[in-house]
C-alpha cells in the first residue's frame, strides 16, 4: 500500500495536470491549425515562385540554354526559398532537375519537414495553353515551416513556464483556504484523542463544506462532552452509592455505630499490626443487664430508644483512639488500642460507670437505671487471634455477669487456675 498523500500535494498535482492538459490541447490545437495555414500559404507562394520562373524561364527552354536556366534558378533559389526545381519537355522528359545543396542539419530537417507537410510539388506550364514547352515543378527548403515550427514550440514552453508560476501561486492559496483548516481540524482531533479534551472546538472556514463539516464536528463533540459529563457524575453517583452501601453494611442502622463485619475488619488489623510492632490491644465485651425485662415492660419501640441512648453514652465513655461496635441485640464491644495493661480497662470501666449514673428517661417519662457487666481481654496475654480474643473478653463478661455486678473481669491465668 501505498504511503498517503498530502492534499496540498494532490491538489497542486491536479492543477499542474489539468493545465497543462488543456495548454497542450489548446497548444496543438493552434499548432495544427497554424501549420495548415502556413502549408496553404507556402502552396500559394511557391505557385507565384513557379508561375515566376515559368515566366522568366521560358526563353531559355525555348532556346534550350540550360546555362541561362540554372543561372536564373540559382539567382532565384535563396530569394523564393527553393530546395529543388524540375523541368520537363513538352515531350515529358526531364530537361532540367536543380537541387539547392544543403550545408547544415537544420537545412536538412527543414526540407524533410517541407517534404512531410508539403508531399506534392508546386507545377506550372511553360507558355499558353495552345504552345506548351513544358512543366515547371518547384519545392520549397521548408526553413518558413520550420520556423513556424520553432515559434510555436517557443510559445508554448513560455506558456508552460508562466502556467508554471500561476499554478504555484494558486496551488498556495488553495492551500491556505483549503488544506490549512483540513490539517487544524485534523490536528484538533489528534489532541482530543490524546488528552479526552472534549471541550475543544473547531475553527469556522470561508470554504462552505469545511465550515458545515467543522461545524457537525463541534456538534459532535458536544454530544461527546456532555455524554462525559452524564458519565462522571453517574460514576460519582455510583462511588457514593458505594460508599453509602458500604457504611451500611459496616454500621448498626439503629445506633449508626460500627456493626460485627466492621469490628472483625478494624480488630483483625489491629491484631496484624501489634503482631508486626509487639504491641498490646485491649477487648472489652459490654452486655447489659436485664434488658429484657425492658423491651417486656415498656415494648420494643422503647427499647430501641434505651439502646440508642446507651451507644452514645457508650460512645461518649471512651478515648478517640478506641473502636466501638454494636455486636448483637444489648451487646457491645470496645477495642483498646493501645492499652495500657489493666489501667486502660480500669478507666473504662470507670467511665461507663460514670456515664450510666444518670438514668434514662423513658419515651412515657420514667426513668429507668440501665446497668451493664463488661469482660476485658488483651492480645496477646489472653489471645493470639482475633476470634480467641473475643471468646475471651465474652468469657469474661459471663463471669463478671454472674457476679451481678458492674465489674471489670480478667481471664485467670493459667499460674492461678492451678491454686
Not at 87 to 111: C, K, L, N, Y
Not at 166 to 183: E, G, M, T
Not at 254 to 273: G, K, Q, S
Not at 276 to 299: H, M, Q, V, W
Request: hydrophobic share 45%.
Amino acid at each position: 500500500m501505498r504511503a498517503p498523500t498530502h492534499v496540498a500535494n494532490l491538489v497542486r498535482r491536479g492543477q499542474w495536470r489539468i493545465a497543462t492538459f488543456t495548454i497542450a490541447c489548446v497548444g496543438l490545437l493552434l499548432a495544427t491549425a497554424g501549420l495548415y495555414a502556413s502549408r496553404a500559404y507556402e502552396d500559394r507562394a511557391m505557385m507565384l515562385v513557379a508561375q515566376s520562373l515559368a515566366v522568366a524561364g521560358e526563353p531559355a527552354l525555348r532556346f534550350d540554354d540550360r546555362t541561362a536556366m540554372r543561372a536564373l534558378l540559382e539567382q532565384m533559389a535563396d530569394r523564393a526559398q527553393l530546395a529543388e526545381v524540375t523541368i520537363t519537355d513538352r515531350r515529358g522528359r526531364q530537361w532540367m532537375h536543380f537541387e539547392r545543396p544543403v550545408r547544415s542539419v537544420g537545412g536538412q530537417v527543414a526540407r524533410q519537414v517541407a517534404r512531410w507537410l508539403v508531399p506534392a510539388a508546386a507545377t506550372t506550364a511553360f507558355g499558353d495553353g495552345e504552345d506548351t514547352l513544358g512543366i515547371l515543378a518547384v519545392r520549397s527548403n521548408g526553413r518558413t515551416l520550420l520556423q513556424y515550427a520553432g515559434w510555436s514550440l517557443m510559445s508554448l514552453v513560455a506558456c508552460l513556464a508562466v502556467l508554471a508560476v500561476v499554478v504555484r501561486r494558486y496551488s498556495r492559496s488553495v492551500s491556505r483556504a483549503l488544506v490549512q483548516p483540513i490539517d487544524a481540524l485534523a490536528t484538533l482531533t489528534r489532541e482530543i484523542r490524546e488528552n479526552r479534551a472534549f471541550d475543544r472546538r473547531a475553527s469556522g472556514s470561508s470554504l462552505r463544506e469545511i465550515n458545515a463539516l467543522a461545524e457537525d464536528f463541534n456538534a459532535f463533540l458536544a454530544e461527546l462532552q456532555a455524554h462525559q459529563e452524564m458519565i462522571r457524575l453517574s460514576h460519582a453517583g455510583l462511588e457514593r452509592a458505594n460508599e453509602s452501601l458500604r457504611a451500611a453494611s459496616l454500621h448498626d442502622p439503629l445506633t449508626r455505630l460500627p456493626n460485627r463485619a466492621y469490628l472483625f475488619e478494624h480488630l483483625a488489623n489491629v491484631v496484624a499490626e501489634c503482631a508486626l510492632t509487639k504491641r498490646r490491644a485491649g477487648l472489652a465485651f459490654i452486655d447489659t443487664d436485664r434488658f429484657k425485662e425492658i423491651n417486656d415492660t415498656y415494648g420494643h419501640a422503647t427499647g430501641d430508644r434505651v439502646l440508642i441512648e446507651l451507644a452514645e453514652r457508650l460512645r461518649g465513655s471512651i478515648r478517640q483512639s478506641d473502636f466501638i461496635a454494636r455486636v448483637g441485640g444489648d451487646e457491645f464491644v470496645v477495642v483498646l488500642n493501645p492499652p495500657d495493661a489493666d489501667v486502660d480497662a480500669a478507666h473504662l470501666t470507670d467511665r461507663i460507670n460514670r456515664a450510666l449514673e444518670i438514668p434514662i428517661r423513658l419515651p412515657n417519662g420514667d426513668l429507668h437505671l440501665i446497668g451493664v457487666s463488661i469482660g476485658v481481654a488483651v492480645y496477646p496475654d489472653h489471645a493470639d487471634s482475633v476470634m480467641t480474643l473475643i471468646q475471651a473478653a465474652d468469657d469474661a463478661m459471663y463471669r463478671a455477669k454472674n457476679a451481678a455486678r458492674v465489674a471489670r473481669s480478667l481471664p485467670r491465668s493459667p499460674e492461678s487456675a492451678g491454686h
